[in-house]
């Protein structure tokens, strides 16, 4: 079988005969056994039993966060050579085509919450390289709420429901995020309540890996690199209003929108760029090149156009191939590599940590998930639960001195040559920075972006205060000074719309 049957097939049998899960035939599929017609059930009916058990046993963990998303089959063509930036092999030549999944998501919300919310987008792809799989777990936003992994949790929590009543909180929400430490929000804060934050579809939104990662050439040579996917199908977006109203009518419209146009032979694409930073240069930059709520100018940092991602297929079964798949930046190939942005390096970590808890330890060997282009051989690695893959058979479940082992690459240059890192061990809260740092992006994409886009100014402001009339009044105050920081007219026209939303509604 192909890669492409391997990631998207079905096991339906060709007779299409119903049996129980051992293989036996069925000749009645709602026949009971009873104590005559009418009398209690057996304990023997051995079908009932297990229909009823592995209903009980449907529903796996949903991921925390990203529990709500949609996704597609499709491949990565390389348009231009990066080779002098990026020796993987699926970068090789002009023209090469990688298999691909790509999964979509809301961040704070439940699995069945609706594709409307006001939140960032998930943008996660699965490369089936022949080098081993490779997953970019990016999101619609170049930046990010914070930048100490250790508040990871906290903010999310946050986003989440109140655990006394089980409601969404806007004081928790605005509360961590006024906090004068987690200030460094303030730029994504603009993002996420402007129209920016409520996408109108999962075909009409950018992706960014946000993180600085390192890539580099077969020379050794290497940059930190930031990707850039811009969507083909052009950015559309939708007003508050605009997305409450589908969140109530159609909660489910991007999953539609996305299957459908897919059906239909309207496959959606994405141009990836990238940009590239010499060590040289981001130590002259104003701000940390491991810093997560700072973008990089694009007049000193160009894109570089790499090649296209198309989404043509979709999946045959959700659960096995969207709600079972398990992307984590830990996956990744030769010669690209995790900086030393800390919330990436936690990434590592909890990404593949989730899917051994959601999934189970061998959540590799899930067709989805299964590196079929390259393939895994590691003796050391067995057993555990649902090992369906043969556990290598009679292979020594060690390095054996008298087995034969290949490792490809030994020379291949990893961060021997890279960065060196000296220092005592010590402890280090990365809390909004004194003075401006942390604020002047955020003003230029209000002052210089969204103020020649119409009605975007207007927007941001309306959106950020019909949410925070919701919260108490010393919040509200910390609200309103934190942006203004940003700028003191933004900061105006939040208190006045947090005035309309908190009047009194006439009755009819």
Known sequence: MSSKDKTNSSDVREDRVVTTVEGAPLNEPFATQRVGKHGPLLLQDASLIESLAHFNRERIPERNPHAHGSGAFGYFEVTDDITDVCGSGMFSKVGKRTRCLTRFSTVGGEKGSADTARDPRGFSTKFYTEEGNLDWVYNNTPIFFIRDPSKFPHFIHTQKRNPQTNLKDANMFWDFLTTPENQVCVHQMLILFSDRGTPASYRHMNGYSGHTYKWSNKKGDWHYVQVHLKTNQGIKNLTNEEAVKLAGENPDCCQQDLFESIAKGEAPSWTVYIQTMTEAQAA???????????????????????????????????????????????????YQEASADPVLQSRLFAYADAHRYRLGPNFNQIPVNCPYASRFFNPAIRDGAMNVNGNFGSEPNYLAQSNKYTYLQRDRPIQQHQEIWNGPAVPYHWATSPGDVDFYQARNLYQKVLAKQPGQQRNLAHNIGVHVAGARPDIQERVLAMFARVDKKLAADIKKEIRLASAPKAKL
């Open 284 to 334: 002259k930059q104003p701000f940390s090149v491991f810093d997560l709520t700072k973008v990089w100018p694009q007049d000193e940092f160009p894109l570089r156009r790499v090649g296209k991602l198309v989404l043509n297929e979709n999946p045959l079964n959700y659960f096995a191939q969207v709600e079972q798949a398990a992307f984590a930046p830990s996956n990744t190939v030769p």
